[in-house]
């Protein structure tokens, strides 16, 4: 009896010069031919076409690399299609060097794992790699049609849109019904578990279970992420994931301490929101908040380190050596070292009218989860900021109008030059400097904002649907009040800064003065934004967690 021989997987690769797709297809077949099948087409319409003869058949594609500029299809809308029969496959996009500024801005499209630019040779050194490590994921992945939780609510509810946020910046698939909307499927979920609609938002979870206006922690809990410790003592506990707290965890977990990071909603902080970062070490051609946050999330999983989410780190003590953390829900974890991490908020805007408006309308970050209900509206963003800059690009590929309202008289003064020159050549991006907005108006959500010229005070007010607020940083640091040393704003004071006239911080107890990243209660240390006179940047946090680390070290060894 013969068995039945097993369909190779197919590589899929389009391109409409058919010298290159030749090219491409011969050096994928060189070096993958004998356990893929490749498949070259030559336009958008003939690779469609033959994904869908691929599934049809019932066979496998691991790989999709598509030529970004294709007449009739471009290379995008061929992923995005292509997207919706194999999920799972990997997606490529091949682009000339001129290319890479357009493509880069439909990464949140289509989910592109690798940018490939032309030309690959050699494919020894630019092409193989690249291939043999999106492979050895799709063999390594779980390629079963994905359960995804689905969420049902209003669309200009507040709870509704922090629970769409919440999952989102933590990466867990769900799909979105509004009942005010038209989703007639939003009606038959809720009438399927039993519910009128009156208490809203409802999740139903991928395991089938029914969740009523639930909280962050009974959330995290339910779509499977840590929210409970598997310890009671650390070596390391690193308070905020932010860029700081996820660049002490990956070096504390590396550097073989047992390591866990509490986070109270999602990991990643303000720098996990930001639609694109193009100055950060290593990333030339830009990478998304959301990639950078998961990719190092992965890396201290992969050391070991625990994750917790949904936690609120609300006390602080010393008992003998050990140093101890409260959580709100009463929950205690001990260790040796403590990494505070918890990063600083956008303030919230001070005028009449907004405040009941919030996550109706009113959003306080990128809040990117939107961009796509933004389409052929008027968005107004404030700040003079990256941050600001950053989001005024991501929503004018969504928004008919982009207006950043900035209280200064330029952006030059607080914006990064590459993202000002960015702004300047996006033609429904509009600057409206010395400017604030003094008030909002709004029944259900928001419907108009009020705009005052901070130099002749004249006032206008225009129809907006969509307010995103990037002003100030407020630190998270109410907890540590008669803990530890913060300076009039309340960022943490460290190191030098806590020594006046060669005296020691009251209460120091150590015949040596604090560390560089030390606080006020000896084995604390701080990192990133939440540090006093830190810099404001996603390098400059990633930084301080690695130093905090190697203090940490020098702490336990003295200890």
């Not at 033959?50 to 066979?59: P, S, Y």
């Not at 001129?98 to 949140?108: K, L, M, S, V």
């Not at 006239?501 to 107890?509: C, F, H, N, S, V």
Request: hydrophobic share 40%.
């Amino acid at each position: 009896m013969t068995t039945p021989q097993v369909a190779r997987p197919s590589i899929l690769t389009v391109d409409d010069d058919p010298g290159v797709s030749r090219s491409v297809a011969r050096d994928l077949r060189r070096k993958y031919g004998r356990d893929y099948r490749i498949v070259r087409a030559e336009s958008g319409a003939q690779a469609l076409d033959a994904v869908r003869e691929i599934k049809l058949r019932g066979e496998e594609v691991a790989v999709l690399l598509a030529d970004y500029r294709m007449p009739g299809m471009s290379g995008i809308e061929f992923l995005e299609a292509a997207m919706d029969l194999f999920p799972a496959a990997r997606r490529v996009l091949l682009t000339a060097y001129a290319d890479t500024d357009a493509a880069i801005r439909a990464i949140n499209v289509v989910d592109l794992d690798h940018y490939l630019l032309k030309p690959w040779d050699p494919p020894e050194e630019k092409l193989y790699p690249v291939l043999d490590d999106l492979l050895g994921a799709w063999q390594a992945a779980d390629r079963r049609p994905a359960r995804q939780v689905r969420v049902i609510g209003h669309r200009w509810s507040s709870r509704s849109y922090e629970v769409r946020d919440f999952l989102a910046r933590n990466s867990v698939p769900f799909r979105w019904h509004a009942l005010d909307d038209g989703d007639t499927e939003a009606g038959r979920l809720l009438t399927a578990c039993g519910e009128d609609g009156v208490r809203l938002p409802v999740v139903i979870t991928a395991a089938g279970e029914t969740l009523v206006e639930p909280s962050d922690a009974e959330l995290a809990d339910r779509v499977g992420l840590t929210t409970r410790p598997s310890a009671d003592f650390y070596d390391l506990i690193v308070v905020g994931g932010g860029p700081a707290g996820l660049g002490a965890a990956v070096y504390g977990g590396s550097e073989g301490l047992r390591t866990v990071l509490v986070e109270r909603r999602a990991t990643g902080g303000q720098a996990g929101t930001s639609s694109r970062i193009e100055n950060y070490l290593g990333f030339p051609d830009g990478v998304s908040g959301e990639q950078l946050t998961d990719r190092a999330r992965r890396q201290a999983l992969k050391f070991d380190v625990e994750v917790l989410t949904a936690c609120d780190v609300v006390g602080l003590e010393a008992r003998g050596s050990a140093r101890v953390v409260r959580l709100d829900d009463g929950t205690e974890l001990a260790a040796h070292t403590v990494i505070l991490a918890t990063g600083v908020s956008y303030r919230v805007l001070d005028a009449p009218g907004l405040g009941a408006l919030t996550g109706r309308g009113v959003f306080y970050g990128a809040a990117t989860t939107e961009g796509p209900s933004c389409a052929g509206q008027d968005v107004y963003l404030v700040g003079g900021a990256n941050s600001a800059g950053q989001a005024a690009l991501y929503f004018a590929a969504h928004a008919r109008r982009v207006v950043l309202v900035v209280r200064g008289d330029s952006l030059a003064r607080s914006m990064s030059h590459y993202l000002v020159e960015q702004l300047a050549r996006v033609d429904n991006v509009e600057v409206r400097t010395c400017t604030e907005v003094v008030g909002g108006t709004g029944e259900e959500h928001l419907e108009s904002v009020t705009l005052r010229h901070t130099k002749t005070g004249e006032t206008t007010t225009a129809p907006a649907s969509w307010l995103f607020a990037f002003i100030g940083a407020a630190p998270h640091t109410d907890w540590l009040a008669g803990t530890l040393a913060r300076d009039e704003r309340g960022f943490v004071l460290s190191g030098p800064d806590l020594v006046t006239d060669g005296r020691l911080p009251e209460g120091w107890d150590l015949d040596r003065p604090p560390y560089h990243l030390e606080t006020s209660l000896p084995g604390v240390f701080v990192a990133g934004d939440v540090r006093a006179d830190s810099v404001k940047r996603v390098a400059s946090a990633v930084g301080d967690g690695a130093m905090a680390v190697s203090l940490v070290h020098r702490y336990l060894e003295r200890s």
